[in-house]
């Protein structure tokens, strides 16, 4: 190797160090979820609850956490046909309706939250998002549909399964996704 190549090969290793490798925030558990309602659901949603358990699903037409997401919920979905759900995409875009995407959510209720003023409801800082809510709108649940990392986590999948089973919920984790601009 030459002299110029090693001081290149140097440098890089020096800059290497002085910068912290860590995960993309938009990964990092955001916190652990309290369930709880910022103020009272807007009218477009609360029209749409209804008696007993409903399942908002908070996804970003443009996330691909929420695309990756996709096959997971019509799973759950198709799991518990019961259980109303209510798909809001709190994106930029209300997407087509011929992305097959949002054919999986447009299976049920949807809203198109432009503003993000339902996702502010419910503390929702990242897509995707579950949370559960009774027929007023208060959240008894809300957290992550996978695993996150390290931490062992008590999915979506699992809060649905205890509901359905009369068991009580445990706290959820938020965080898992991209982060709402």
């Known amino acids: 190797m030459g002299i110029g190549v090693i001081a290149l ?49 908070f996804y970003r037409q443009e996330c691909p956490c929420s695309r990756a997401a996709t096959g997971h919920v019509a799973a759950l979905k198709r799991r518990y046909p019961d259980l109303h759900w209510i798909g809001i995409n709190v994106g930029e875009q209300p997407g087509p309706t011929q992305d097959p995407f949002v054919g999986v959510m447009l299976e049920g209720e949807h809203l198109f939250d432009e503003t993000g003023e339902i996702a502010a409801t419910y503390s929702i ?57």
Do not use: F, N
């Open 9 to 57: 090969y140097a440098g890089v290793l020096v800059l290497a160090g002085q910068v912290e490798m860590t995960k993309p925030k938009a990964y990092e558990p955001l916190a652990m979820a309290s369930p709880g309602t910022q103020g009272s659901p807007p009218p477009e949603l609360k029209a749409k609850l209804s008696v007993g358990t409903t399942w908002l699903h």
């Open 125 to 181: 800082r990242s897509t995707p998002a579950a949370v559960l809510v009774d027929s007023a709108g208060k959240a008894t649940w809300q957290g992550s549909y996978r695993k996150l990392g390290m931490h062992p986590g008590y999915t979506a999948e699992d809060a649905l399964a205890d509901l359905a089973s009369g068991e009580p919920l445990q706290p959820g984790q938020l965080g898992d996704g991209c982060v709402i601009p």
